[in-house]
């Protein structure tokens, strides 16, 4: 059974720039949720989407974004990149999701360094 | 406020010997705990949770861990530690009112040989 897949791995953005990050979860999870790892903040909750609708989110300002497919695969977007964005993004699938205290099932992370 | 307070940012420990990490929460409500392992360049696995069932929960590889509401603690055991074991560890509440999950600071466990 395949894992949880993030695209890209590795990459590098400016400042001002957007960045776009993919993630495709279990087959038959119907949950991402999304975090930001970084060595000052730790680990932070984004947000969680459900069948396409986001139920929990974190405390992040708007340039955050994400949506989910109809096949479950979850994108996020940050737009107008700070410095501070430069962090190991985690996204997590699961068959119930955070709510009813899933397991949750990480990818490998999308490591983002803003220049 | 919820919060999870990691006490030990790091834990060297010979293999072998025994390993303890320490997570305090606070949370208004009767809150979900659980803990994750992340090796180097990894995502997180969950090593076990607690659904206030029984408070001691087995997990994965050996560990376990006890919820004391009185202490409002959840610590990590392992009788015996094995180099495998190297990894950072993270203590997760999860409170359903508001449906806030959060993360301690993480503890860096070092297994020496």
């Known amino acids: 059974k395949a894992g949880v897949t993030q695209t890209p791995r590795y990459l590098i953005k400016t400042r001002g720039q957007q960045v776009t990050l993919s993630c495709s979860p279990i087959s038959g999870h119907r949950s991402v949720s999304w975090y930001q790892q970084t060595p000052g903040q730790g680990l932070q909750f984004l947000f969680e989407y459900f069948s396409e609708t986001q139920r929990n989110k974190g405390n992040f300002p708007g340039r955050f974004s994400g949506r989910q497919f109809s096949n479950s695969r979850s994108e996020m977007n940050v737009s107008t990149l700070e410095l501070g964005d430069s962090a190991l993004y985690l996204c997590a699938s699961s068959r119930t999701g955070i709510v009813n205290t899933g397991e949750l099932f990480f990818g490998e992370g999308s490591r983002l360094t803003v220049l | 406020a919820q919060s999870v307070t990691q006490l030990d940012s790091h834990v060297s420990v010979s293999e072998g010997t025994p390993v303890l990490l320490r997570c305090n929460y606070s949370s208004s409500y009767s809150p979900s705990l659980f803990w994750y392992v992340q090796h180097p360049n990894k995502g997180l696995q969950l090593l076990l949770k607690y659904t206030s069932a029984a408070t001691l929960v087995k997990g994965i590889n050996g560990f376990e861990a006890e919820f004391k509401k009185s202490e409002t603690s959840f610590h990590l055991t392992k009788p015996s530690a094995h180099m495998s074991d190297a990894a950072e560890y993270f203590c997760?509440?999860?409170?359903?009112?508001?449906?806030?999950?959060?993360f301690g600071g993480g503890t860096r466990v070092l297994v020496k040989p």
């Open positions: 997760v509440v999860f409170q359903a009112a508001g449906n806030k999950l959060t």
